[in-house]
């Protein structure tokens, strides 16, 4: 699972007021660079919830070191470095082990294989 | 000039005086290949129209069907003129583009255009054969070769690319769509474009230019001629062989020579993959269907029936980078790290595409639907053919709760997915989540009694702008819808409006596509002699099953001994 995708992750079982942005607590991390596409990310950036790649950050920090700092805001402008620290963030970071918990009822989600697991099941439709 | 378009190629005034793209299509799906082409040359921001810079031209010997295209516009389609032989009025392998002289999308040679219409259509069109430059046409070689002389000698566009590539090397390929014709007979056909001068070497391996004269006949419904010129025992069949073309061009290929465009499809053949899946979609259907997705470097496509990742390998190859969801987590996972879907995408060096275990029905609970984030969606719904469709929840209406000790690896319950419901869905998550402007491409299998117009699912926000048709069989058949968003997606009115008015006809139509394996075995029980043959393969699997137990015991008596 890359950022980009929990970015767009929530959860909603039954009863859930708001089940976003989704925390991570990962097991094992691991970074697969890839040449940076630029036209990719400027297709992203504005849909992105920014806040809530900050905060994926923050928890995965301890497990990955190479994260770069983000600002807290994204300027207008971004020079090159931004647009690579942004993909590497986005597209080159997998939590492959782990699991996702949902800030409102503390549901877990697994995630195995770096596949997230968001099935619901049948007493929570 | 829409109606006023005969069959004389150009009018030496500055307004006919257009360039002339010869395309030829391979025979197959031969419902896919305008949409296709349109779309990539859509993708591209040429559009495709009577009233268009870029215009469908007549060939010679045309009858005009109209087809209308996506912005409303028409452009035609051509058949055989029925010949009095009440053969099938089957479609031409061949379909011509016309641009205005100054249009920058012609190819000119010049290095620093980085795309022409020729690289565009190479680059992207699976149903495409060859691009060729025409010189000229005519409904015989003798015609064809004047047109092509006075082209090089009387139009300006015409006498530039004569003096360019004249001294360049060449071959002149004859091009007779299946008919035998010996050597010498090709050389006096070859002989009647031999006054055209080319001063360049001639050069059977790889020369700079390549040209063809092609002799059109007509072909039937599987690419072979409709009347063959010699008899299976080889022998010419002399009536068939007084029969005229219907037409003749002249034509020099671009971007390289026709030996050249096989284009490496194999590598990406089914067969190559480490992975697959029963209902795995072939390489060359979904490559039409990126094409029809526009999917490109920059976007981003989703699949939500993953499966094996078929359809979402063929994206990634187009450079979009791929979300794929699919209920089921075996398939997910595949059998094996090195036979999943990240190990096919790992074969072509492509990115790794984004997995998600979740369920289409309930995708906005799943995922934020603030910013839509999908530029295509491409799929292959379950229509309970080879693999029924399944959604999350329990068949009981008040399920027992989950015991929260055991929540950790419980094994959500699922129930049966209707088809109506899985594509009122679909369209629906579709209006959801494209960007404005982003496209749904899907697969639809259906018999005979299905109609375009009233038993395809609709969505407010989505328009349709192709629907092609591939025949299975004389009565099954597939399509392949292509959607369009036009509107932006108001929750409030999802239970009211879009929802219920997905079906034109009511959820009715949703059958004539769910469970057609039954349909055909239902339709098979019909046939005259079923009863026989049942009792024919009944017999054959006893003696089988019979042999087999036979040669175990055999074995296991020798293994005794």
């Known amino acids: ?125 | 000039m829409s109606d006023q378009t005969d069959t004389t190629p150009r009018q030496p005034d500055s307004n006919g005086d257009r360039y002339h793209l010869l395309i030829e299509f391979a025979h197959k799906h031969l419902d896919f290949q305008i949409a296709e082409l349109e779309s990539v040359l859509d993708m591209h921001g040429i559009s495709l129209g009577d009233d268009e810079e870029c215009r469908i031209i007549a060939l010679p010997n045309a009858n005009k069907t109209k087809l209308k295209t996506r912005h409303g516009k028409t452009v035609q389609v051509h058949r055989v003129k029925d010949s009095g032989s009440g053969a099938v009025t089957s479609r031409r392998p061949f379909l011509i583009l016309s641009l205005p002289r100054t249009s920058k999308w012609i190819p000119n040679n010049d290095e620093t255009q980085t795309n022409n219409i020729a690289s565009i259509i190479l680059e992207r069109c699976t149903l495409v054969r060859n691009v060729m430059e025409l010189w000229g046409m005519g409904t015989s070689i003798e015609e064809c070769a004047m047109a092509a002389k006075d082209w090089i000698q009387n139009y300006t566009l015409g006498k530039l690319t004569f003096s360019r590539v004249s001294s360049e090397s060449w071959k002149l390929t004859v091009h007779t769509l299946g008919a035998k014709y010996t050597y010498e007979e090709q050389g006096v056909m070859r002989s009647h474009v031999s006054h055209l001068g080319f001063s360049g070497p001639v050069q059977m391996k790889d020369p700079t230019n390549e040209y063809v004269l092609i002799h059109e006949i007509e072909l039937n419904e599987t690419g072979s001629p409709l009347y063959p010129r010699h008899s299976p025992e080889g022998k010419i069949i002399s009536e068939n062989d007084a029969r005229p073309p219907i037409a003749c061009y002249f034509a020099r290929t671009l971007c390289g020579t026709r030996q050249h465009k096989g284009r490496g499809k194999e590598q990406y053949s089914l067969k190559n993959r480490t992975y697959l899946g029963p209902t795995s979609m072939d390489a060359e259907l979904s490559s039409i269907m990126t094409n029809l997705g526009h999917c490109k470097e920059g976007t981003i496509a989703f699949d939500p029936f993953v499966g094996t990742g078929s359809i979402l390998l063929s994206c990634a190859l187009r450079g979009a980078f791929c979300i794929g969801t699919d209920i089921d987590f075996r398939i997910l996972k595949g059998r094996s790290k090195d036979e999943n879907i990240e190990s096919n995408f790992r074969q072509f060096n492509l990115p790794k595409p984004e997995l998600i275990r979740s369920d289409n029905s309930i995708h906005h609970r799943h995922f934020r639907t603030t910013s839509p984030m999908y530029d295509a969606i491409i799929c292959d719904p379950p229509y309970g053919i080879r693999a029924g469709a399944r959604k999350s929840g329990s068949r009981l209406t008040n399920p027992k709760p989950v015991p929260e000790d055991q929540r950790h690896d419980h094994i959500a319950q699922t129930r049966p997915y209707p088809v109506s419901d899985v594509m009122a869905d679909l369209l629906d998550v579709a209006a959801r989540n494209l960007v404005l402007g982003g496209r749904l491409v899907y697969i639809i299998p259906s018999y005979a009694d299905f109609d375009d117009e009233c038993d395809l699912p609709r969505h407010e926000c989505l328009r349709i702008v192709h629907i092609c048709y591939q025949p299975l069989g004389s009565e099954l058949g597939r399509r392949m819808v292509t959607m369009e968003k036009i509107g932006e997606y108001d929750v409030s009115k999802r239970e009211t409006h879009y929802l219920v008015s997905t079906w034109v006809n009511g959820p009715e139509s949703a059958e004539k596509c769910a469970n057609i394996r039954e349909k055909i075995l239902e339709n098979a029980k019909l046939k005259p002699g079923y009863e026989s043959k049942l009792e024919i393969r009944k017999q054959k699997r006893k003696a089988n099953k019979e042999a087999k137990r036979i040669a175990k015991r055999a074995a296991a008596d020798n293994f005794t001994d």
């Open chain 1, 1 to 125: 699972m890359r950022l980009l995708t929990h970015n767009y992750l929530q959860s909603n079982v039954k009863g859930t007021e708001e089940g976003y942005p989704l925390g991570i607590v990962p097991e094992t991390v691991e970074i697969d660079k890839s040449p940076v596409d630029r036209e990719l990310l400027l297709n992203i950036l504005p849909k992105l919830n920014y806040d809530a790649v900050l905060q994926a950050v923050e928890q995965l920090r301890p497990h990955c070191e190479t994260l770069p700092n983000l600002p807290s805001t994204l300027p207008e402008d971004l020079d090159d470095e931004l647009v690579n620290d942004l993909y590497f963030v986005l597209f080159d970071v997998h939590v492959k082990n782990g699991c996702l918990v949902c800030p409102s009822t503390q549901r877990k989600f697994p995630i195995r294989d770096g596949i997230p697991n968001m099935i619901l099941h049948e007493d929570e439709i």
